[in-house]
Nanobody
Framework: QVQLVESGGGLVQPGGSLRLSCAVSGSRFSAYAVGWFRQAPGKQRDFVARIGASGYTNYANSVKGRFTVSRDNAENTVFLQMNRLRREDTAVYYC?????????WGQGTQVTVSS
């Protein structure tokens, strides 16, 4: 059984930074790919960033150059460093574990960018 808990969200001014964490309880964390997604009220859930078991990363065009995804296998945690935040980054951010054909979602953490 895999469980994910996101943390680190909050209120930040435009141009500011936040670092989100996704703590994963699974015993084979180093074999998991982990993605970050976000969803604003009334909108679809969109891809943000992903890091594979190999460390390979990819990003949505809207966050390239501003967000960085990383992982600490010793702590079973994936991070999303968000810099130069914009109002349009406001959303609930979710992490998702991908393990073979299985998917596991966290409960989300709110990020609000407002002056």
């Amino acid at each position: 059984q895999v469980q994910l808990v996101e943390s680190g969200g909050g209120l930040v001014q435009p141009g500011g930074s936040l670092r989100l964490s996704c703590a994963v309880s699974g015993s084979r964390f180093s074999a998991y790919a982990v993605g970050w997604f976000r969803q604003a009220p009334g909108k679809q859930r969109d891809f943000v960033a992903r890091i594979g078991a190999s460390g390979y990363t990819n990003y949505a065009n809207s966050v390239k150059g501003r967000f960085t995804v990383s992982r600490d296998n010793a702590e079973n945690t994936v991070f999303l460093q968000m810099n130069r935040l914009r109002r349009e980054d406001t959303a609930v951010y979710y992490c998702k574990v991908e393990y073979g054909t299985e998917y596991y979602w966290g409960q989300g953490t709110q990020v609000t960018v407002s002056s």
